[in-house]
């Protein structure tokens, strides 16, 4: 099992950058694939990127493609998320979740995953 801990949250204005930080303890890493995900009021919680255990191969939403780039350091137990040219729209919630037996196809999939953090704000104001 792994505990995970989203850091990084903020309000930053539009055109601007947040790094968000998961934070994971517990069991070693790098086996787990990571994803990172994203809720707004009044909406599902929708897939923001992903990336694999062992292969470290990235996923993205094509609404932050070329924006967004995650990353991982299985030595830190981390998964970093690098947000830049932040948009009105990249307000919400983040989370990230951890499981160890993800098949690629389901790693934009909520539901696929076993554990959670408790979520990160981020909001994107002038």
């Known amino acids: 099992q792994v505990q995970l801990a989203e850091s990084g949250g903020g309000l930053v204005p539009p055109g601007g950058s947040l790094r968000l930080s998961c934070k994971a303890s517990?069991?070693?890493?790098?086996?787990?694939?990571v994803g990172w995900f994203r809720q707004a009021p009044g909406s599902e919680r929708e897939f923001v990127a992903g990336?694999?255990?062992?292969?470290?191969?990235?996923f993205y939403a094509d609404s932050v493609k070329g924006r967004f780039t995650v990353s991982r350091d299985n030595s830190r137990k981390t998964v970093d998320l690098q947000m830049n040219s932040l948009k009105h729209e990249d307000t919400a919630i983040y989370y990230c979740?951890?499981?160890?037996?993800?098949?690629?196809?389901?790693?934009?999939?909520?539901?696929?995953?076993?554990?959670w953090g408790q979520g990160t704000q981020v909001t994107v104001s002038s």
């Open positions: 979740a951890a499981d160890r037996r993800l098949i690629t196809s389901s790693i934009r999939l909520p539901g696929q995953y076993d554990y």
């Open positions: 517990g069991e070693p890493f790098n086996a787990y694939s």
């Open positions: 990336v694999k255990g062992y292969s470290g191969a990235t």
